[in-house]
């Protein structure tokens, strides 16, 4: 079943997508794709180094996009622990330049953030005015990110996500080519979340721009589970039979091998509260389970 958007918002025809080649970038590809007649998008230009703030601005003039969606994101959580200034020059400051650029040229402007920013203490979904805590470099990062962004351009969008799968690297991805092999499993049960399809967070990032939303909104699929508990739905629906273990985070981190390269504290209660974007749409998100049985269909 798709996700409900048939329009390319009018006032939004040429768009101009950052890190396209990533999960989300792939997924608004594919999106703008569908509207082709209308909507002009970025995917075949080169991809821009957003960490070169001229290079941004030159494109921008040279494509003339009335939106600009960055999904370009040093998104390696765990490098982010030992390259800190690197992600924060993509993940914090970059975000900001690009805002400003939009906002002198008048052209609307999207980025995503991340349940990192939070530390995973909450009992109930984070709502987007809860106190942020990051407890990584990553999520510092993208706290800057956001805050640089919101500061340059008050009217910009920040779509907060979690648990991104698309059809790029992601964990859906790793359990699937693991069982495929034969490989045995084990995987944490005390981190709680929300896998959220990259081609849903699509369709809902042009549904808010439609809408002319602006400041923070979450979004991620419906309902609550585990790590676990996404690995087990992928194996059910690939009918992979590997033994699967459920492990707490300090027995996955006990279990690493001497000498492996440092590992980012993770939130261990990532749910965040759509209530806000259903507010704006009128619409709400699917379940995770069913989002994510799509997409297994679609790759297997
Ligand atoms: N994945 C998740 O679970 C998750 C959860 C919450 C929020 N988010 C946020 O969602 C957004 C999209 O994430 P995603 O899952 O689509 O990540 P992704 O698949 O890793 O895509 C990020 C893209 O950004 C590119 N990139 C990195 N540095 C760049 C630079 N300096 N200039 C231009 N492009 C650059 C990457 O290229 P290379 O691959 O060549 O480096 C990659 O194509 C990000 O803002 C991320 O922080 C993700």
Known sequence: MGFGISTCPATFDRVLVTGGHGSLGTALGALLGTFS?????????????VADFGAFARVVDGFRPNAVINCAAFTDVDACETREAEAMRVNGEAPG?????????????????????????????????????PLSAYGRTKLAGEKAVLSAYPEALIVRTAWLYGAKKSFVRTIAEKARRGEALSVVNDQHGAPTSAGDLAGAIFLLLEKEASGLVHFVNAGETTWHGVARQVLDVLKLDVPLKAVTTEEYLRSRPPGSPPVAPRPRYSLLDTSLYTRITGKNPRNWKEALEERLKITS
């Open 97 to 133: 330049m690009m805002a400003a650029e939009c906002r002198a040229r008048g052209i609307r402007f999207v980025h995503v953030g991340t349940d990192y920013v939070f530390d995973g203490t909450g009992t109930r979904p984070y709502r987007e005015d809860d106190p942020p805590n």
């Open 37 to 49: 007649e209308v909507c002009h998008s970025s995917v075949d230009l080169p991809e821009i180094d």
